[in-house]
């Protein structure tokens, strides 16, 4: 059973710009969720989510947003780029709403740089 | 509000010596608990899990971890290191709370450097 992919690996921007990444979970797996991975903040939670509804949100402003389609992949987008946006953004999709009791499983990221 | 606190940035051991990677958490109920691993370049990968039942919980590649209800700890464990168990771990926790807010919460990493 193919992994969580994501496309693009590596992005480079510059400041002001917008970036769409994109997601496609396991197979059978509906719930996605986005982190961001930077050295000095660690792993933070982006949103979440199920059946093409937003599950749950962390704490980022409205420059970042998400969707997910009818086939659960997921897209995340990121307006008016910062240097600090730069950071590598994970994607993990589980089987259920959530994942409770679920291990997440994680693509290999896309890295983001932002000049 | 839930929170996972792992207290050291990193741990050093010889190749062949016990290796434990310590994790605390609190959760207003009931825990779901989990290790991951991140090599470089890569995404994070699922080792073990503790859903109820035994406290000890055995994982992918030789790990352990031991789950201390009263202590409310999580300990990453292996009995002999290996070189290629060098990496990131990550401890993460969720409740068993039906809430939809409920989210997973990572720790903030701890870098496992084993020696020749």
Known sequence: ?115 | AQSVAQPEDQVNVAEGNPLTVKCTYSVSGNPYLFWYVQYPNRGLQFLLKYITGDNLVKGSYGFEAEFNKSQTSFHLKKPSALVSDSALYFCAVRDTGRSSASKIIFGSGTRLSIRP
């Open chain 1, 1 to 115: 059973k193919a992994g969580v992919t994501q496309t693009p690996r590596y992005l480079i921007k510059t400041r002001g710009q917008q970036v769409t990444l994109s997601c496609s979970p396991i197979s059978g797996h509906r719930s996605v969720s986005w982190y961001q991975q930077t050295p000095g903040q660690g792993l933070q939670f982006l949103f979440e989510y199920f059946s093409e509804t937003q599950r749950n949100k962390g704490n980022f402003p409205g420059r970042f947003s998400g969707r997910q389609f009818s086939n659960s992949r997921s897209e995340m987008n990121v307006s008016t780029l910062e240097l600090g946006d730069s950071a590598l953004y994970l994607c993990a999709s589980s089987l259920e709403a959530g994942g409770r009791n679920q291990p997440q499983h994680f693509g290999d990221g896309t890295r983001l740089s932002i000049l």
